[in-house]
């Protein structure tokens, strides 16, 4: 399973931006989605996270600013980012917890995938 992340860019403070990413290869279902981000100095974090039953989760940094959507249908994932803030420049990331083909219509193991990571810059 292969995630392709797209949509990074530079930005003013106070602006929008919108990553998109696309989930292609052989997989049984996809169970949960989410954007990370890595700063400079700073450990990778998940910044948003969204279930196939539609439960949200987003770090406090972001809440209010940032939402996440996914298409099921079209196989792809977005991050909707809008007053941004310097302190939001980062790597993006995005990934996908899902499981494989298994035998007949059941699902098979479980896997973890994960975009190239696409450059978001907020200047102030």
């Known amino acids: 399973v292969q995630l392709q992340a797209s949509g990074g860019g530079l930005v003013p403070a106070g602006g929008s931006l919108t990553l998109s990413c696309v989930i292609s290869?052989?997989?049984?279902?996809?169970?949960?989605v989410a954007w990370y981000r890595e700063a400079p100095g700073k450990q990778r974090e998940r910044v948003a996270r969204?279930?196939?039953?539609?439960?949200?989760d987003y770090t406090a940094a972001v809440k209010d600013r940032f939402t996440i959507t996914r298409d099921s249908a079209t196989n792809m994932m977005y991050l909707h980012m809008n007053s941004l803030e310097p302190e939001d420049t980062a790597v993006y990331y995005c990934?996908?917890?899902?499981?494989?083909?298994?035998?007949?219509?059941?699902?098979?193991?479980?896997?973890?995938?994960w975009g190239q990571g696409t450059l978001v810059t907020v200047s102030s």
């Open positions: 969204i279930s196939s039953k539609g439960d949200l």
């Open positions: 290869g052989s997989f049984h279902s996809i169970s949960t």
């Open positions: 990934n996908a917890y899902g499981f494989l083909p298994g035998k007949g219509w059941s699902p098979g193991r479980s896997f973890t995938s």
